[in-house]
């Protein structure tokens, strides 16, 4: 049976994609920034913060990364509200990606703090430098080295799972496709465009953090 594509009949929704690439884009921007920072505070208290809070810490991380994320996000926007809660799609969309991607984040930096040399806590020390300064100047930045091109994996894993939140009516890329095929019943055309435009996003992201770190992590000269 022949299939025949007309990608012309998508052409009159050129804003409704670009409108969805746009929300896509700020979904991941604004997760990336708050989840990594969620996920660098739990991997210090789970490293070297203070004994009471890691039970909590453990229990958070294990708790999301061993649930749904679909079911994470209708807690967040569907039973919030009953206890007095309620959240708007992209507010209820954010919150549930950065408690999500905290958790993994987490895990992927306590692998690279756990990796720093003991003799670098042990310089730190004779420098009389606090735990939390130690933290700050001499393992984080080596630790997210080690680990960036996981972290930017974990980074493209979420904007990709940003489609799922197009299930409490976020007018992502996903969003869109399924309000153009619903139209235009050209389904195949609307998911090929929205499957090209995931892929352009994903390249560019890479791209994106590998030039971050080429300015978080400058590679030294060897001295001659």
């Known amino acids: 049976m022949a299939v025949g594509l007309d ?12 409108k969805g690439v746009a ?23 789970r490293t070297q ?20 994320f679909l079911i994470q996000l209708f807690f967040i926007f569907f039973g919030l509200p009953a206890v007095g809660v309620s959240l708007g799609e992209m507010e209820a969309a954010i919150l549930a990606m950065v408690v999500n991607l905290g958790a993994y984040a987490c895990e992927i930096i306590r692998a690279g703090i ?21 933290f700050r100047y001499v393992v984080l930045r080596p630790a997210l080295q080690r680990i960036w091109p996981a972290l930017t994996s974990q980074l493209v894993i979420v904007m990709f799972g940003s489609a799922v939140c197009s299930q409490i009516a976020v007018e992502d890329i996903t969003f869109a496709a399924n309000f153009i095929q619903s139209r235009n019943f050209r389904a195949f055309e609307a998911y090929i465009a929205a499957t090209l435009l995931y892929l352009a996003l994903a390249l560019l992201l ?17 001295v001659r």
């Open 206 to 222: 890479r791209q994106g953090m590998r030039m971050l770190a080429l300015v978080l992590f400058p590679r030294r000269r060897a």
């Open 49 to 68: 913060g203070p004994r009471v809070i890691r039970p909590f810490v453990s229990i958070y991380v294990e708790l999301i990364r061993n649930t749904p």
């Open 114 to 134: 756990e990796a720093t040399p003991r003799g670098q806590y042990e310089a730190s020390a004779s420098l009389a430098m606090s735990r939390l300064q130690t």
């Open 7 to 18: 990608f012309g009949a998508l052409a009159d929704y050129a804003p409704v994609f670009a």
């Open 23 to 45: 929300v896509t884009c700020e979904l991941t921007l604004v997760v990336g920034g708050l989840g990594l920072a969620l996920g660098i505070l739990c991997a210090w208290v």
